[in-house]
T-cell receptor
Framework: KQEVTQIPAALSVPEGENLVLNCSFTDSAIYNLQWFRQDPGKGLTSLLLIQSSQREQTSGRLNASLDKSSGRSTLYIAASQPGDSATYLCAVPGGGADGLTFGKGTHLIIQP | NAGVTQTPKFQVLKTGQSMTLQCAQDMNHEYMSWYRQDPGMGLRLIHYSVGAGITDQGEVPNGYNVSRSTTEDFPLRLLSAAPSQTSVYFC????????????FGPGTRLTVT
């Protein structure tokens, strides 16, 4: 059964820092990996989708990498801003029955 | 495009009551699914549909029913609500079955007393 772990569970840093969020998965036979952002009381917003054949995807200040063989992905946020404060979730196909398996998320606070 | 919409945003039920959570998408997506999000548990798949008339169970289907009569709508029914169903429910859609990119609705926060 696929399991997804995100480290750290929570992170608080001053504005302007570059930071890395980690995601690991147990079954490396994945098609892709998706990173989401969730604001308090809101839904999930898709940030980046990395296909299994790719090693990186970039969107603005966000860069996600994928290493299938080691079962890891990282989300790099450059020059963090208070508006980046949210919970970040990673998910991979393989939740059984055609679903996604999610990590429990990293709760990020960027201090002004 | 409105994307994926869900109604209601909030709901309080008494144990034993029934209700339907609505989900609609205007992107002509074939695949739709329902997840519940609980503290410390992450998101878990309840039911999914790969097209109109086709539904199947996910990881935690007990206590929930679904149907898919149109491409646009995928309602989730609670037949007899229980306190264990207190959760935040999210509907998602994608152009085709996993592993396409998933688009999520804003969620319905349900409390069962």
């Amino acid at each position: 059964k696929q399991e997804v772990t995100q480290i750290p569970a929570a992170l608080s840093v001053p504005e302007g820092e570059n930071l890395v969020l980690n995601c690991s998965f147990t079954d490396s036979a994945i098609y892709n990996l998706q990173w989401f952002r969730q604001d308090p009381g809101k839904g999930l917003t898709s940030l980046l989708l990395i296909q299994s054949s790719q090693r990186e995807q970039t969107s603005g200040r966000l860069n996600a990498s994928l290493d299938k063989s080691s079962g890891r992905s990282t989300l790099y946020i450059a020059a963090s801003q208070p508006g980046d404060s949210a919970t970040y979730l990673c998910a991979v196909p393989g939740g059984g029955a055609d679903g996604l398996t999610f990590g429990k998320g990293t709760h990020l606070i960027i201090q002004p | 495009n409105a994307g994926v919409t869900q109604t209601p945003k909030f709901q309080v039920l008494k144990t034993g009551q029934s209700m339907t959570l609505q989900c609609a998408q205007d992107m002509n997506h074939e695949y739709m699914s329902w997840y519940r999000q609980d503290p410390g548990m992450g998101l878990r798949l309840i039911h999914y549909s790969v097209g109109a008339g086709i539904t199947d169970q996910g990881e935690v289907p007990n206590g929930y029913n679904v149907s898919r009569s149109t491409t646009e709508d995928f309602p989730l029914r609670l037949l007899s609500a229980a306190p264990s169903q207190t959760s935040v429910y999210f509907c998602a859609s994608s152009p085709d079955r996993i592993p396409y990119e998933q688009y999520f609705g804003p969620g319905t926060r349900l409390t069962v007393t």
